[in-house]
């Protein structure tokens, strides 16, 4: 996922772990903010215009609502801006929330992160990043352009996240019952020379964190971690095929798409965009000149078949609908054998979606809340809790953790075989003065070390705590 500055620190007036925060916009990005910093323990108050948005959301988490206009300094009072730690500005409107960041600064506030959408102002907003004394902008549409991006550059890939400031990288893959590691245990699978660390395990509805003695079998979906060039080399090794996309259909012109398309064109990929609307047809022209735009509707199966949507490496369904985007993807599925990338935004279609089989579901706003989190577990990072950033897989029930080694570690100049490490954890990648180690048992952990772990534990805040007590 995109890499975030992880350098700012912030004071917490409760205890090391929480944090007040007052969010601007109880709409659907708010919201997943909102519910993803609320399972972290912060003490988070919600501003918005919407008494019944407000009211929603105050009586679903354990939350202060207050009803008012999030850019006036009565409103932010009333919320508790005075004393807060952060405010995220999530609403529509870009201008309101540099607005109501500016208005937070006023306040005392020391910190401010805003969700800024627009092209225009994400290209430019590093120009008066300063003067805004903007902590962090978000763009969601971006945000979700990025992952698919890496998505559709390994189109076998399940998932990818990136660590060590992108020189590593964790992959999932499904692993095909003609694959050279079925029935191998992990320790006979040739890792190039452990140049490749195999991580995670899911089989079913278990997951485990591997060891030497795990067998892989057909129809696992398993995760590696390893620099991005030397993966392509180990899974063509294990006859799992991840190929590269070399063109990709994008069902509608929206933002995510102008954004996605920007990327790939850029990684030298065939992009073409199916919009029906014609003045965003001419847009998308003026602006994407190495993309084929085509004016018609993305719902029309004779139109796709004749863009060659059957032979297509990727498709990305990004339409304002959810239920055309799910319909069009499962109709794809049956005539190709692309990479399907589902943009989903309601979260009540999550227990559907599981059984329906759609391979790569994504949600900008859900992407908004966890890059969100993730930024904030990092601006604790001094202040008691080394965490500098966090992945949570699997369905939750895994995280990857990313610590920086202090001087005063108990893990530090011990051999990782010596090491009294916890059950179900491995420590799968160390990042030192820009290279990266995919650690063996000799291996050691040095001060300043970016530490990568997997594991099964929850609520981890300190390298230490990999350790059994």
């Known amino acids: 996922m995109t890499e975030i500055s992880r350098k700012i620190s912030i004071s917490i007036i409760n205890w090391v772990n929480c944090m007040k925060i007052v969010i601007i916009g109880c709409g659907k990005v708010g919201t997943s903010i909102a519910r993803e910093l609320n399972t972290s323990g912060h003490d988070i108050s919600v501003v918005d215009n919407n008494r019944a948005a407000v009211r929603r959301l105050s009586e679903t988490l354990d939350v202060l609502g207050v009803e008012g206009n999030g850019a006036t300094y009565e409103a932010l009072a ?18 309101v929330n540099l607005y109501a960041c500016l208005m937070a600064r006023a306040a005392g506030v020391p910190h401010t992160i805003a969700r800024v959408r627009s ?18 902008s978000i763009n969601p549409e971006l945000t979700e352009a990025i992952e698919i991006s890496r ?10 996240d990136s660590f060590a400031k992108g020189a590593a990288e964790l992959i999932k893959v499904l692993v095909p019952p003609t694959s050279a590691v079925c029935g191998k245990k992990v320790s006979q699978i040739d890792t190039l020379k452990g140049r490749v660390r195999i991580c995670t395990v899911e089989r079913g509805s278990d997951v485990y964190i591997a060891n030497g003695e795990t067998v892989i079998q057909g129809g696992d979906k398993v995760s590696v971690v390893a620099k991005p060039e030397i993966a392509s080399r180990f899974f063509k090794k294990a006859a799992i095929n991840i190929g590269r996309s070399r063109n990709v259909i994008l069902l509608g012109g929206g933002k995510v798409s102008f954004y996605l398309a920007q990327r790939l064109i850029k990684a030298g990929v065939g992009v073409k965009i199916i919009e029906r609307n014609m003045q965003r047809c001419e847009i998308l022209a003026e602006a994407l000149h190495e993309a084929i735009i085509i004016h018609g509707d993305c719902m029309d199966q004779e139109l796709l078949l004749s863009e060659g949507i059957d032979s297509a ?9 959810d239920e055309e985007n799910i319909l069009i993807s499962l109709y794809i599925k049956s005539v190709s054998k692309a990479k399907i990338i589902t943009k989903i935004n309601n979260e009540s279609f999550d227990r559907i979606i599981t059984g329906l089989g759609l391979e790569c579901v994504i949600s900008p706003k859900t992407l908004t809340g966890e890059y969100i989190a993730r930024y904030i577990r990092a601006m604790q990072n001094s202040l008691g809790s080394n965490v500098e950033s966090l992945y949570r897989l699997h369905e939750d029930r895994v995280e990857a953790l990313e610590f920086r080694a202090k001087s005063n570690s108990r893990t530090i100049n011990t051999p990782l075989s010596q090491l009294n490490l916890k059950d179900d954890l491995q420590v799968i990648c160390i990042s030192r003065g820009g290279k990266v180690i995919l650690p063996q048992g000799g291996d050691v952990i040095k001060p300043d070390d970016s530490v990568v772990v997997i594991t099964k534990h929850k609520g981890l805040s300190d390298l230490n705590d990999i350790l059994k007590r």
């Open 78 to 95: 009333e919320a508790g801006a005075e004393t807060a730690d952060l405010v995220i500005a999530a609403t529509a409107r870009d201008e």
């Open 119 to 136: 092209p225009e102002y994400t290209d430019d907003l590093y120009r008066v990043k300063d003067q805004l004394r903007l902590s962090m």
């Open 151 to 160: 998505l559709l550059r390994f189109s076998g890939a399940l998932e990818i």
């Open 313 to 321: 490496d990727g498709v990305a369904a990004l339409m304002d609908y």
